[in-house]
């Protein structure tokens, strides 16, 4: 085996005189070696460019794991009726409040952004979608029959007045409507926007009435404290200073 392997290559029986072979050897080592420069060069700088291009970036909005969460998020929030929390998304996903918080003001601003046919609002505790309301005309007149749910003039000055005053009594509601408000206040209580809320500790005690969770998502408000100022309605600076 040794002999074998040290014994010296003969070029003619490679078909080429030593002269040649060693010449052709050496152009293609010089251009070998100017190509593998250009390579060397090619990967370091051009291909690794290419790799921080398409490498995904952190919390990267449309990262391909991230783009995933973002559609179960919408998904789950369409065939929801009641405003879904922060906390359940992160639960049902496996994922942290910190990243489901993040997507969910993505989607918030994107759709705002593009003027969607709907919008996602953060209402009573949680996230709903709602229609845009610069759609609500059309949308009006292609669901059938909402007219049935639509509240009379009592309604909402009775609903405004415990909204802004709540907890509240039948009396007190009567008192400042200036009628008998008992019928409008059973009402409500069925349409399911305003609930007991205890007794008064009066003489009599009379039931407490304050808004509910309902009352919130039907007028896309995140809490109470999200009501308009009440004296943005007074109709002059007189009655504007009594509200105050």
Do not use: C
């Amino acid at each position: 085996m040794d002999e074998i392997d040290n014994e010296p290559v003969d070029n003619m029986k490679l078909g080429v005189s030593p002269a040649e072979f060693d010449g052709e050897n050496d152009a293609f080592d010089d251009d070998n070696g100017e190509d593998q420069g250009n390579s060397e060069q090619y990967d370091s700088e051009s291909f690794s460019g290419e790799l921080r291009d398409i490498e995904p970036q952190g919390n990267d909005p449309y990262d391909e794991v991230r783009i995933k969460h973002r559609g179960a998020i919408e998904a789950m929030l369409f065939v929801s009726d009641d405003p879904v929390t922060s906390a359940k998304l992160s639960d049902m996903l496996d994922i942290s409040l910190v990243e489901t918080d993040e997507i969910l003001q993505d989607l918030a601003t994107e759709y705002e952004e593009q003027e969607r046919g709907v919008q996602l609002r953060e209402v009573a505790g949680g996230w709903r979608l709602f229609t845009h309301p610069a759609y609500h005309d059309v949308i009006e007149r292609y669901v059938l029959s909402w007219d049935t749910q639509k509240l009379s003039q009592a309604a909402l000055e009775t609903l405004a007045v415990i909204a802004y005053n709540q907890p509240t009594t039948r009396a007190v509601v009567s008192s400042i409507r200036g009628v008998n408000s008992d019928g409008v206040i059973s009402s409500l209580v069925e349409k399911g926007l305003i609930r007991e809320a205890g007794r008064e500790n009066s003489v009599g005690q009379p039931i407490l009435y304050a808004t509910t969770r309902s009352f919130l998502e039907k007028f896309g408000l995140k809490s109470i404290k999200h009501l308009p100022p009440l004296d943005d309605f007074a109709a002059n600076e007189e009655t504007r200073a009594l509200i105050r």
